[in-house]
């Protein structure tokens, strides 16, 4: 069974990597929920806690984006995943939300930290175009 939102990420790759793989490599790193319902990605994580996974064409691509992506579907890549449980490393869908960099940074100054990864995503973006 394919879901729209597999859809959408295949199609949004431009590249050709087959989406099952990728979404068993997926979910081939994610723990069970814990008691907070926080999904830890036990895979590679950056310096900021952020899960990385290999993606399409050998790209590496932030766990929790891609969580984000693959339960909800489409949203606009400025846009920044969010959690509301403020752990990094958690990619339960039921965690996360979308918010602008802004909103990103606010909520970063606001759980004591510096918007570190906001910068990361930034830096990927640009490198994008
Ligand atoms: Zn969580």
Request: proline content about 5%; glycine content about 8%; hydrophobic content about 30%.
């Amino acid at each position: 069974m394919v879901a729209p939102n597999e859809k959408y990420i295949h199609s949004k790759s431009r590249l050709h990597d087959q989406p099952h793989t990728i979404k068993n490599r997926f979910y081939a790193n994610v723990l069970l929920p814990d008691e907070r319902g926080c999904m830890i990605w036990s895979g590679y994580k950056n310096k900021q806690g952020y899960g990385h996974l290999r993606g399409f064409d050998e790209k590496m691509i932030l766990a929790h984006r891609f969580s984000y992506a693959l339960h909800f579907g489409p949203f606009d890549s400025s846009l920044c995943v969010l959690h509301h449980c403020d752990n990094p490393s958690c990619v339960s869908p039921e965690h996360l939300f979308l918010g602008t960099r802004k909103d990103n940074m606010q909520d970063c100054s606001r759980k004591g930290r510096i918007g570190g990864t906001a910068k990361i995503n930034i830096l990927r973006k640009n490198n994008d175009k």
